[in-house]
């Protein structure tokens, strides 16, 4: 199963999720052999768009869980998701922006109205009414 780098790969071949060549645990012409965490395939390091040099590959095999290395298809496909939900995010704080301003007249509206006025007028058109009716 081609899921994870470890000493019991080693010497294994994979192909290439970008080239379809071999990908080995050893350095060759191709670089290191690296394993997306996205799809979980293997990739050469000269297949990636910006190549791990020898120590931070090495830096990369030691490193904690957290760390995690992506093919080009999947950096491709997070790189669009990513701008995808700045668009959304973009959106979200103009409506925010439209509401605020929308709330702020709704408040300076709410603030000029004189209930005392508004309460005279409406007796006023309560006592017409009766007249009309009668």
Do not use: R, W
Request: hydrophobic share 30%.
């Amino acid at each position: 199963e081609i899921s994870e780098i470890s000493e019991h790969t080693k010497g294994k071949t994979y192909p290439c999720s970008v080239c379809s060549n071999e990908v080995t645990s050893e350095h060759d012409d191709t670089g290191n052999g690296l394993v997306c965490n996205g799809c979980d395939l293997y990739f050469h390091n000269s297949c990636n768009s910006k190549m791990v040099s020898q120590q931070l590959f090495e830096a990369l095999n030691n490193s904690p869980e957290y760390v995690k290395v992506y093919c080009p298809h999947c950096n491709f496909t997070i790189n669009s998701i990513e701008n995808d939900i700045k668009s959304v995010e973009k959106g979200i704080n103009a409506l925010n922006d439209k509401f605020n301003t929308l709330n702020d007249k709704f408040d300076e509206f709410s603030a000029n109205l004189n209930t005392d006025t508004i309460n005279t007028q409406c007796a006023e058109l309560n006592t017409a009414m009766e007249e009309v009716a009668n």
